[in-house]
């Protein structure tokens, strides 16, 4: 069948928290690979490319031991980003975290309209796509609001608290204003996302105790785990800083 689908093929012999682990690392490694050869820019891309990719995943449920209710992916891309924007906060200003934020809804907002003018054409007979892009694509109308509401939302938040805290410590203690504003920032995006997204967009309600437990206490868990996970890798990041530091 190839080589990709082999190789999704043996990832699903893995256990998901191996797998949700190895995921983890690539993305905050990815984050350092892309700062250190394009600076600022670089974490402008990838945070671009995580928002559209977690607006994806969050289409798909996966069963973890810790939870009695699946849990919708996505989790590791939305709080990847909230590392993206404290590095920007650390080394670049308060203004490039901003501009970060402004640049992944806009690069969201460019995708979702992009897909539905390509669902929008009329498929020929022989076009076996349209269902399996409708499936992903049409929900992502709903997921957009919902998403970047929550995402403009917790993104400011993220940047002003951080900062407050960067400021009140006197720029000491980052491993204090790491994780405050991340866990903080991401509860206020879990809340936002999962009420609008899944009751008051969605044509067919979810129950609220579904999204407590699915989109909600589910995923924050992971959320509080990984805001402690990224530290190590916003005290690498000096070393990933291109030689000019404004690049």
Sequence with gaps: MGFFFDFTIFLNSINPIILWLAMLMFCFFSILFFLKLFGYIGIYIYTT????????????????????EPV???????????????????????EKAKTNVLIGFCGFLLMTLLMLFTLGFKPSNIDISQESLSSIFT??????????IAYLISQYFDVWIYNLIKKLTLEKSLWLRNNLSTILSSLIDNTVFSILAWIVLNPSPETMYNVIMIYIFGTYILRISIAIID?????????????????
């Design 231 to 247: 530290t190590p890798f916003l005290y690498l990041s000096k070393f990933f800083l291109p030689k000019n530091n404004n690049a």
């Design 139 to 148: 929900p992502m109308t709903r997921f957009f609001f919902a998403s970047m």
């Design 72 to 94: 919708a992916l996505g989790t590791i891309l939305f709080a990847s980003t909230f590392l993206c924007t404290d590095i920007l906060s650390e080394h670049f200003g308060k």
């Design 49 to 68: 490319i995580a928002i559209i990719a977690g607006n994806i995943q969050v289409l798909k449920t996966v069963d973890f031991f810790y939870s009695p």
